[in-house]
């Protein structure tokens, strides 16, 4: 069963986004390429002719006309590493990641943790996001992991 998205969601490169199968399509709907470092929102009804570059067309998605078309690209890729806190079940764990050269007041991806599949299973992302300059908070949620020692996470963003 396909899913709605809430976020953007990055792709690799423009192919895995025309050929994407897990989720659903809408208009408004932003992606990015980590390969071009663009990001793309799907307008549905949209008639351009798809270049492949700027424009692209979702091949799998036939009942729903539309393109995507290019609407930005990024200037950088910031990262950084930070430590959370050691967690028992059912705890939070709130703290900052320097990533210099992020801004809150300049545009920006939302900060993704780039190693994700490292973190216990029942660890859960409650959120990121850009809290000052060259600083990123990140809270994760212990949801039955049991007692979790700190856990490394690394940050990915993408700045415009």
């Not at 390969?35 to 929102?41: E, G, M, W």
């Not at 959120?127 to 490394?152: C, E, F, H, W, Y």
């Amino acid at each position: 069963m396909a899913l709605r998205r809430h976020k953007i969601q990055r792709y690799e490169t423009e192919a895995d986004i025309i050929t994407e199968n897990d989720v659903i399509t809408s208009d408004g709907d932003f992606v990015s390429s980590r390969a071009t470092k663009r990001v793309f929102q799907f307008f549905d009804d949209s008639t351009e002719i798809a270049d492949g570059i700027y424009i692209l067309d979702e091949t799998r998605n036939s009942g729903n006309p539309g393109r995507w078309h290019a609407v930005m690209t990024a200037t950088g890729y910031r990262i950084g590493i930070g430590t959370s806190d050691p967690m028992g079940d059912a705890d939070e764990s709130e703290f900052d990641v320097n990533v210099s050269g992020v801004d809150p007041s300049k545009p920006h991806s939302t900060p993704v943790i780039t190693n994700i599949s490292a973190l216990p299973a029942g660890i859960v992302v409650v959120s990121t996001g850009v809290s000052a300059i060259d600083t990123v908070r990140v809270v994760l949620k212990n949801q039955g992991a049991g007692d979790v020692p700190a856990q490394a996470v690394d940050i990915g963003v993408l700045t415009y």
